[in-house]
């Protein structure tokens, strides 16, 4: 564990202090019950950090910390540290004679498929007149981590994502893109809001679970999906992406009558009570069936019937398949907006 520290300017403001965490449990040590209480809000960067954590810290101390044993900064884990190009951010700060507490944390990852953008989640609280010293913090910490071309894009909350953008363009001298590439509402539901619709009455073998035979046709729709965003995928990349989700447990799909596979619905981000769907995608030729619906409908029963307590998804606020969601029992709320920047002239990645 590294740590900059932006000192106050003036004996009652409060102290920012960043820390970077070469581990996810050097991370989750000290940010975890924060985290964990904002579980659903920030699944993008908890979800991610509890897949690199260790299984023992997961099922075992982890469940049982609280804030009150956390004082950041901590001395560093005895973990062994990997490659430095997967790393967290995390933002503190500290009023005079009051405990740390953590407004912001930003993830720096890779996949197989290729670097993920930068992650943003901040505290609701944190999105305020204090957000600016913050930022600033971590932007200046973020550039001394890392290449500024492997900052291709940001995604978070919106006033987060637009005050990082900007003051990492004018630190680094890599613009922003003239237009955002998502913006995006991140919609909830729960067992409460969930309605249970009459599935299509179009013939049909309906929802399972995809298995390894399904490979190659969940390739295809994995390829079509990634190359309709920004981030395409080439074949063989859709095939290692396919495999991944279905060897993990994390792909359900619709089978139509005749055994083709029309539509995927991948939750592929997971904490203890929150699970996120992050890929639906219909063959164009089976579109206006309501299969989408049923899929999610009936993923997302089961995911409820698995002990979550709640089901997240990004949708963009132009999307049709927003109105879909908000269907089956998806809320989303104007001030929940998430946006995505992309700097001109980085080394681009995927998610």
């Not at 005050?163 to 539901?189: E, I, K, M, V």
Request: aromatic fraction near 10%; hydrophobic fraction near 40%.
């Amino acid at each position: 564990m590294t740590l900059i520290e932006v000192p106050p300017l003036s004996p009652v403001e409060e102290k920012i202090v960043v820390l970077r965490h070469l581990t996810a449990f050097d991370l989750l040590a000290v940010a975890y019950p924060t985290l964990r209480r904002h579980e659903h809000s920030a699944n993008i960067v908890l979800a991610h950090a509890l897949a690199r954590a260790p299984v023992e810290f997961v099922l075992t101390e982890g469940q049982f910390l609280a804030e009150s044993d956390v004082q950041p900064p901590l001395p560093p884990s005895p973990q062994p540290v990997p490659d430095s190009n997967n790393f967290w951010l995390s933002v503190w700060s500290q009023p005079t004679k009051s405990k740390p507490v953590l407004d912001v944390v930003l993830s720096c990852l890779d996949s197989p498929l290729g670097d993920y953008p930068i992650f943003l989640w901040a505290a609701v609280a944190t999105q305020g007149p204090g957000l600016g010293r913050r930022v600033g913090a971590l932007v200046e910490h973020l550039a001394a981590c890392v290449d500024p071309k492997r900052v291709f894009a940001v995604f978070g909350p919106t006033d987060l994502a637009t005050a990082f953008s900007t003051t990492w363009a004018r630190l680094t001298g890599f613009q922003t893109a003239a237009d955002p590439l998502y913006n995006a509402f991140h919609a909830c539901c729960t067992p409460q809001t969930l309605r249970v619709l009459t599935p299509t009455k179009t013939p049909h073998r309906g929802v399972r679970k995809a298995t390894r035979f399904d490979t190659e046709a969940v390739a295809k729709l994995c390829e079509e999906f990634a190359n309709s965003s920004e981030y395409p995928l080439n074949k063989s990349e859709a095939t290692i992406e396919a495999k991944q989700l279905i060897d993990k447990g994390q792909l359900w799909v619709y089978e139509t009558a005749t055994g083709e596979i029309a539509t995927i619905c991948a939750v592929s981000r997971t904490s203890l009570r929150v699970s996120a769907i992050t890929k639906v995608y219909t063959l164009p030729k089976w579109r206006r069936h309501g299969f989408a619906r049923d899929l999610v409908q009936v993923t997302t029963q089961r995911l409820f019937e698995c002990g979550k307590y709640s089901v997240v998804l990004y949708v963009g606020r132009d999307n049709a398949a927003r109105r879909v969601y908000e269907r089956i029992g998806f809320q989303m709320e104007d001030t929940d907006a998430w946006m995505e920047f992309g700097f001109v002239g980085t080394n681009a990645g995927h998610w």
